[in-house]
């Protein structure tokens, strides 16, 4: 029974919105049911001290004999009414959905009055309302409908713009298109599949035939997104792209201001993978706005692999000043049950990068990692530093151990080959001689030319010092 969808709700919800729960099932407009009220006061006095099945039936149903089935059936109707409490909560925060609900209300109760007031108040605040995606320009359309609506249905001679309401309908559409793109583009560089987009060739056509599209930020982040990600030399795009989100980046709901930050940096990583090394700045930059703007917090937590991207440019980039108490203030905001793992990998990575290698040698070999990447990147980071120690018996067993690791992992994706890439190159560099300069010269031919490899640079490096 513990496993009920209920108990996952329920263990989900802060205490104050529980409160808010036990007005909203208390309420007889809302619930009738009085097996309900009780059910969740039980819950909420026993939250802290869990309890047995038993005592919680013989609370419902004193003098009853134990069955199951009725216990079923409560946790149900409870489950169905803190559902109900969400929706209605949901739709009561969002105004402007609440206010074009209402509209059509008056529309069809054909109280002429209420719906031209309501109809006043809704354009003006949708006018003066700060988001400017494509929801916001969706909501103007189905406005612009009920209006159309109205009229229609009252016979009036008064000409409605049937082309305002057309082009404002096109106009959500190419948003909410490219929008839909830009996220089967991240999806398909993750996944290696390939998504048919439909109709969106015939968006990308019409706003480069007119481009008074692209006043709309909701159109021109996005297009200028998907094409930064699409015609992937075409650096003009992504400056277009990073221009717009300076100056746009306020009219986008916190998820989408994160989406779109994402979407910027992934293009400088993509560059930078390919070896564009000015785009580690970039890149940085990019996550550093994000930060400033609160962007790349979601349900006050940052996703790790965010925090890992910032702090691994910010190695990059020498930033050391500025990255260590990164990792040490936004430690808190990492999920819990990644925390530490997370926190440990990056507090090595910053002193394998710094040299101390007395610090950052016990924090790899005592941390197990769960996550297969941060394994492989603390494996990676072992290979290094026995290598530059000269430590070659315990670096030839860690590189045959971590070749064994990684033909056992699947969907590494570009990893896989980085890694594999990474290790067959520093046996070559292992078996150099000073005097073969023919060979470092193949090797150094090899490591420029072999295309994934993230450690381009520290393998340079190595032949130089041979």
């Not at 489950?79 to 069809?108: A, C, G």
Request: overall charge positive; charged content about 30%; aromatic content about 12%.
């Amino acid at each position: 029974m513990k496993s009920h969808r209920l108990y996952e709700l329920f263990y989900t919800l802060e205490d104050e919105e529980l409160r808010k729960v036990s007005k909203f099932i208390n309420s007889p407009i809302f619930n009738r049911r009085e097996i309900v009220v009780k059910l969740f006061r039980f819950m909420v006095k026993n939250k802290s001290k869990g309890w047995k099945m038993e005592k919680l039936f013989e609370h419902l149903y004193p003098n009853e004999p134990y069955q199951i089935k009725k216990l079923h059936h409560a946790h149900s109707f409870l489950l169905q009414r803190m559902e109900s409490y969400l929706i209605w909560k949901s739709t009561s925060d969002d105004i402007p959905s609440s206010q074009l609900e209402l509209l059509k209300l008056y529309r069809q109760l054909k109280v002429d009055k209420l719906f031209n007031k309501q109809l006043k108040i809704a354009d003006n605040q949708i006018h003066k309302h700060p988001l400017k995606n494509a929801r916001h320009l969706s909501l103007k359309y189905d406005f612009l409908k009920e209006e159309f609506y109205h009229k229609r249905e009252h016979g009036r001679n008064i000409e409605f713009n049937l082309q305002e309401l057309s082009d404002m309908q096109d106009i959500a559409f190419m948003a909410d298109k490219l929008k839909s793109a830009c996220t089967l583009l991240s999806h398909q560089a993750m996944k290696k599949k390939e998504y048919d987009a439909g109709l969106l060739q015939a968006v990308l056509d019409r706003i480069e035939q007119e481009e008074k599209y692209l006043e709309y930020p909701a159109i021109s982040l996005y297009y200028f997104a998907f094409r930064a990600l699409t015609q992937f030399e075409e650096e003009s795009h992504y400056f277009q792209l990073k221009s717009l989100l300076k100056i746009h980046i306020d009219a986008f709901p916190p998820q989408e201001k994160r989406d779109i930050i994402i979407l910027t940096a992934n293009y400088c990583i993509r560059r930078l993978n390919k070896g564009d090394k000015g785009f580690i700045r970039e890149a940085f930059d990019t996550y550093r706005y994000g930060l400033e703007k609160n962007a790349l917090i979601e349900n006050n937590q940052l996703s790790r692999w965010t925090y890992n991207n910032i702090i691994l440019l910010g190695l990059r980039l020498n930033e050391f000043d500025w990255v260590e108490p990164f990792i040490h203030k936004y430690k808190s905001s990492l999920n819990p049950k990644v925390r530490e793992d997370t926190y440990n990998f990056n507090l090595s990575k910053y002193y394998v990068e710094k040299q101390d290698y007395q610090k950052a040698m016990p924090l790899l070999l005592q941390t197990k990692y769960d996550d297969v990447l941060h394994n492989l990147g603390a494996k990676n980071m072992l290979i290094k530093m026995y290598f530059e120690l000269g430590e070659w018996d315990a670096l030839e067993s860690l590189i045959e151990n971590f070749k064994t690791y990684i033909s056992r992992q699947k969907d590494l994706g570009y990893h896989k080959e980085n890694y594999l890439n990474t290790i067959t190159i520093i046996r070559k560099i292992m078996r150099l001689q000073p005097y073969d300069q023919q060979g470092k010269e193949d090797v150094r031919d090899e490591i420029i030319q072999t295309k994934i490899l993230i450690a381009r640079e520290w393998l340079l490096e190595q032949v130089d010092k041979i």
